[in-house]
């Protein structure tokens, strides 16, 4: 072999050695990263749940200093003794945890009222949920949405009626976005912009400049007539002038802040992105022939007009900023927002110069509901989040007496009509044949009561062996076994490994979210086991 040739090979595998080399330290640096990313997240999370768990302790001690102070000014304390029977408290506990764990009861429930009921079952649900950073009640929770996403969709006979009326599943939703978790994301990409902007006059409309002008001390200097008609005073020359400079002020704004917003589009809190993901994915399951338009008008709209537009026009009742401003001073940036997520321009003459505006804006807004709606699923989210909390304990909830008593009556009076009650192993009819009938209105019912809530399945009716000592977390997988028993047909005959069994029935029953959901969690409870104890699990799972 030629000498040049020797020496090209030769620095050719000193090249690649070099570049394996480099590429070892690359490697061995993003390990470093990524740990030390898991690490802090986890810390995060920690002191997130910490930071949590402080600020219920502390709503939970202004509620029983309220009720001390209000008892000892009236007929002396209540403890909760008083206020209920011991054996009714725990039956109540039981029955919490059931609804809180099946979310298809508290979905059934709230198709099944009347308006006004499902407004304040609502308001229970999302304190019954209250814990946002617990995996578990999360995925709960987010599965809820899933269901009454569903039965919304498959009630629905036109496009334009998708989630736009008031219905149970929009005020739940309305009430999920308001919780502390979310506002962080909303003063992130609003706080500085609107901060910027209280000195600044938005208002356009004519009518209401014009009427402005005549109070200002402006009509001094230059005088205009008092007896003007809207339509006259909005070509007005002062007038005109003033609804032009506000109207480039007002369009800048809103570009400043919708591009902040696409720009943290994989910012927006994860429970928010998956129930767009999820609308969006049923819309075109109905749909499949829906226009990109009326695809984005659903996302756009759930992420605009329920969660960000509402900040917008009431800033300081969100807390993103301090300045206490008119309820009106942000309405038309909210206006633009809306109307571009609805797909729609505005016919309002002294609106139609934003028109342009609208329709430049409309690709970025389908690039943001595409980035949106790009999010990872529930499972993948928070699995090992789940394994962790499998073996949490009881946690404590504070409700008012009247909604624990209004469950009670809706839940007896619909009980043939709720799917699920009525059969044969369903935990909460048996706990509703010990409750009775629901009591009467009493007086003490906006009176609060602090109740245990832990997972039903630790202390299920099954009477089986003991939890062996040496395997924490055997009862909850043993019980989680049970609850999938109680409600498949039968398990396929296979010598398949335990995993491959319940994925083919997880195939088997897709369309079935409960029994879907209860061999998600058998899954990952063996999954805990095995990870824990694996020299007691000698064969292939």
């Given at each position: 072999?030629?000498?040049?040739?020797?020496?090209?090979?030769?620095?050719?595998?000193?090249?690649?050695?070099?570049?394996?080399?480099?590429?070892?330290?690359?490697?061995?640096?993003?390990?470093?990263?990524?740990?030390?990313?898991?690490?802090?997240?986890?810390?995060?999370?920690?002191?997130?749940?910490?930071?949590?768990?402080?600020?219920?302790?502390?709503?939970?001690?202004?509620?029983?200093?309220?009720?001390?102070?209000?008892?000892?000014?009236?007929?002396?304390?209540?403890?909760?003794?008083?206020?209920?029977?011991?054996?009714?408290?725990?039956?109540?506990?039981?029955?919490?945890?059931?609804?809180?764990?099946?979310?298809?009861?508290?979905?059934?429930?709230?198709?099944?009222?009347?308006?006004?009921?499902?407004?304040?079952?609502?308001?229970?649900?999302?304190?019954?949920?209250?814990?946002?950073?617990?995996?578990?009640?999360?995925?709960?929770?987010?599965?809820?949405?899933?269901?009454?996403?569903?039965?919304?969709?498959?009630?629905?006979?036109?496009?334009?009626?998708?989630?736009?009326?008031?219905?149970?599943?929009?005020?739940?939703?309305?009430?999920?976005?308001?919780?502390?978790?979310?506002?962080?994301?909303?003063?992130?990409?609003?706080?500085?912009?609107?901060?910027?902007?209280?000195?600044?006059?938005?208002?356009?409309?004519?009518?209401?400049?014009?009427?402005?002008?005549?109070?200002?001390?402006?009509?001094?200097?230059?005088?205009?007539?008092?007896?003007?008609?809207?339509?006259?005073?909005?070509?007005?020359?002062?007038?005109?002038?003033?609804?032009?400079?506000?109207?480039?002020?007002?369009?800048?704004?809103?570009?400043?802040?919708?591009?902040?917003?696409?720009?943290?589009?994989?910012?927006?809190?994860?429970?928010?992105?998956?129930?767009?993901?999820?609308?969006?994915?049923?819309?075109?399951?109905?749909?499949?022939?829906?226009?990109?338009?009326?695809?984005?008008?659903?996302?756009?709209?759930?992420?605009?007009?329920?969660?960000?537009?509402?900040?917008?026009?009431?800033?300081?009742?969100?807390?993103?900023?301090?300045?206490?401003?008119?309820?009106?001073?942000?309405?038309?940036?909210?206006?633009?927002?809306?109307?571009?997520?609805?797909?729609?321009?505005?016919?309002?003459?002294?609106?139609?110069?934003?028109?342009?505006?609208?329709?430049?804006?409309?690709?970025?807004?389908?690039?943001?509901?595409?980035?949106?709606?790009?999010?990872?699923?529930?499972?993948?989210?928070?699995?090992?989040?789940?394994?962790?909390?499998?073996?949490?304990?009881?946690?404590?909830?504070?409700?008012?007496?009247?909604?624990?008593?209004?469950?009670?009556?809706?839940?007896?009076?619909?009980?043939?009509?709720?799917?699920?009650?009525?059969?044969?192993?369903?935990?909460?009819?048996?706990?509703?044949?010990?409750?009775?009938?629901?009591?009467?209105?009493?007086?003490?019912?906006?009176?609060?009561?602090?109740l245990e809530i832990g997972s039903y399945w630790h202390k299920s009716s099954y009477q089986l062996p003991p939890e062996p000592k040496e395997l924490?977390?055997?009862?909850?997988?043993?019980?989680?076994?049970?609850?999938?028993?109680?409600?498949?047909?039968?398990?396929?005959?296979?010598?398949?490994?335990?995993?491959?069994?319940?994925?083919?029935?997880?195939?088997?029953?897709?369309?079935?979210?409960?029994?879907?959901?209860?061999?998600?969690?058998?899954?990952?409870?063996?999954?805990?086991?095995?990870?824990?104890?694996?020299?007691?699990?000698?064969?292939?799972?």
């Amino acid at each position: 072999m030629p000498p040049q040739l020797l020496l090209g090979y030769r620095r050719l595998f000193e090249v690649q050695a070099i570049i394996k080399a480099d590429l070892h330290i690359v490697v061995t640096d993003l390990q470093k990263a990524l740990s030390l990313y898991e690490s802090l997240e986890q810390q995060i999370l920690v002191e997130a749940q910490q930071n949590f768990d402080i600020a219920t302790e502390m709503h939970r001690l202004n509620e029983f200093i309220s009720h001390t102070v209000h008892h000892k000014s009236g007929q002396g304390f209540s403890s909760d003794s008083s206020l209920i029977d011991p054996n009714t408290k725990k039956l109540y506990e039981k029955m919490l945890s059931i609804l809180q764990q099946e979310p298809h009861y508290f979905a059934s429930l709230a198709n099944l009222l009347q308006v006004t009921d499902a407004q304040r079952l609502a308001q229970i649900i999302i304190g019954v949920y209250g814990d946002e950073y617990d995996p578990r009640l999360e995925r709960l929770l987010l599965i809820l949405f899933e269901i009454m996403l569903t039965q919304e969709i498959q009630g629905c006979k036109q496009v334009s009626t998708f989630l736009r009326a008031n219905t149970p599943i929009t005020k739940i939703y309305g009430l999920y976005c308001k919780r502390q978790q979310t506002f962080g994301f909303l003063k992130k990409v609003l706080s500085d912009e609107l901060n910027s902007l209280t000195s600044v006059e938005l208002e356009i409309n004519p009518a209401k400049v014009f009427s402005d002008y005549l109070q200002s001390p402006l009509n001094s200097a230059n005088p205009i007539p008092s007896n003007l008609t809207p339509e006259a005073a909005a070509i007005h020359p002062i007038i005109s002038k003033i609804i032009k400079q506000r109207t480039d002020i007002l369009e800048k704004a809103t570009s400043r802040i919708l591009q902040k917003i696409i720009d943290n589009a994989e910012n927006v809190p994860y429970g928010i992105r998956w129930i767009c993901s999820r609308a969006r994915e049923l819309f075109i399951q109905k749909w499949p022939n829906a226009t990109q338009n009326e695809i984005n008008s659903i996302i756009a709209g759930l992420c605009f007009l329920r969660y960000i537009s509402p900040a917008i026009a009431s800033p300081t009742a969100f807390k993103i900023i301090s300045a206490n401003v008119s309820d009106r001073k942000f309405t038309p940036i909210a206006k633009i927002l809306q109307c571009l997520s609805n797909g729609t321009q505005f016919r309002e003459d002294f609106m139609k110069p934003l028109n342009t505006f609208l329709a430049q804006s409309t690709p970025n807004l389908q690039d943001f509901c595409n980035r949106l709606c790009d999010v990872e699923s529930i499972d993948e989210q928070l699995r090992l989040e789940l394994l962790g909390s499998i073996e949490k304990p009881k946690k404590s909830l504070m409700l008012q007496l009247g909604d624990l008593y209004f469950l009670h009556r809706n839940i007896y009076k619909l009980k043939n009509q709720i799917p699920g009650f009525n059969k044969w192993n369903s935990e909460l009819r048996l706990v509703f044949h010990k409750l009775g009938n629901p009591p009467e209105v009493v007086g003490d019912e906006d009176d609060s009561i602090v109740l245990e809530i832990g997972s039903y399945w630790h202390k299920s009716s099954y009477q089986l062996p003991p939890e062996p000592k040496e395997l924490p977390g055997f009862a909850s997988v043993k019980n989680h076994f049970i609850s999938l028993l109680s409600t498949i047909d039968a398990i396929p005959e296979s010598n398949a490994r335990f995993f491959t069994v319940l994925m083919s029935l997880k195939e088997k029953y897709n369309s079935n979210i409960e029994i879907r959901e209860k061999i998600s969690d058998l899954m990952i409870g063996v999954a805990f086991l095995v990870s824990r104890h694996p020299s007691t699990f000698p064969f292939d799972f």
